[in-house]
């Protein structure tokens, strides 16, 4: 990010406090606010998508790595001496409550990207109706077309994403839950029996995560260009 552009944004973050505000006592919605205002700073939706696209990828990149951790500390557990199962518990909590966060970032993330995408989408089409050109509003059309059936790709992907991670923390939930009722070599027993549909869920959530980031860059990629 160039330092005219973050100056900017830091700008905008500074001036709409009084705007939260506002909002905060009911005048105004909230989130269209923020973006309009952002807006009459410079700081054009288009840009606005953009980087709240980056957050959001940046976000399931750090959920993926989270959860992984998470999954080799449940594993360690398994194989742990007794002994040394308290302690092994306290970081297994640790991991599932970092789990936790990670996973309450991606959706907010995600909302982000949703209601300045929503915003962006609706004055692009209500903006076709000022064309007096036919030619020009047919490629404008087409291309907003596009550009929105990408986006729409790029959503799905990280709410697929997203709804693997309720199971897999809830899984991660029981294992924190258990150990703390059964802090014996039973209760490693036990967690050993459910290691391989423990790794298979995660499994699948890094899948998910991987084909969201994936389509995050190339949205990503694709705006660089028809903003060029």
Same mark, same amino acid.
Request: charged share 35%; net charge positive.
């Given at each position: 990010m160039n330092s005219s552009r973050l100056l900017l944004i830091t $700008?905008? +973050?500074f001036i709409s406090i009084g705007a939260l505000? !506002?909002?905060?006592? =009911?005048?105004?919605?909230?989130?269209?606010?923020?973006?309009?205002?952002?807006?009459?700073?410079?700081? $054009?939706? +288009?840009?606005?998508?953009?980087?709240?696209?980056? !957050?959001?990828?940046? =976000?399931?990149?750090?959920?993926?790595?989270?959860?992984?951790?998470a999954l080799a500390e449940f594993i360690a557990v398994t194989g742990v001496d007794v002994k040394d199962l308290e302690a092994r518990y306290a970081r297994l909590t640790r991991e599932h409550e970092r789990s936790r966060a990670r996973a309450a970032a991606v959706t907010d993330r995600i909302r982000n990207v949703e209601r300045v995408g929503e915003a962006l989408f609706r004055e692009w089409r209500e903006e076709l109706k000022q064309y007096t050109s036919d030619t020009m509003r047919i490629a404008s059309e087409r291309q907003l077309d596009q550009t929105r059936a990408q986006y729409d790709r790029l959503v799905g992907a990280m709410k697929a994403a997203e709804s693997k991670m309720a199971p897999v923390l809830a899984a991660f939930n029981d294992q924190v839950l258990f150990l703390k009722h059964n802090l014996n070599a039973r209760a490693i027993a036990s967690l050993q029996g459910t290691v391989t549909q423990v790794q298979d869920d995660v499994a699948a959530l890094v899948r998910e995560m991987e084909a969201a980031i994936a389509e995050a860059n190339a949205f990503i990629d694709e705006m660089g260009r028809s903003s060029s």
């Open positions: $700008a905008f +973050r505000a !506002a909002c905060a006592a =009911g005048v105004c919605g909230c989130a269209s606010t923020r973006i309009e205002l952002a807006e009459k700073f410079g700081y $054009a939706k +288009r840009e606005q998508l953009t980087d709240k696209v980056k !957050a959001a990828r940046d =976000g399931q990149e750090e959920a993926k790595q989270q959860f992984e951790s």
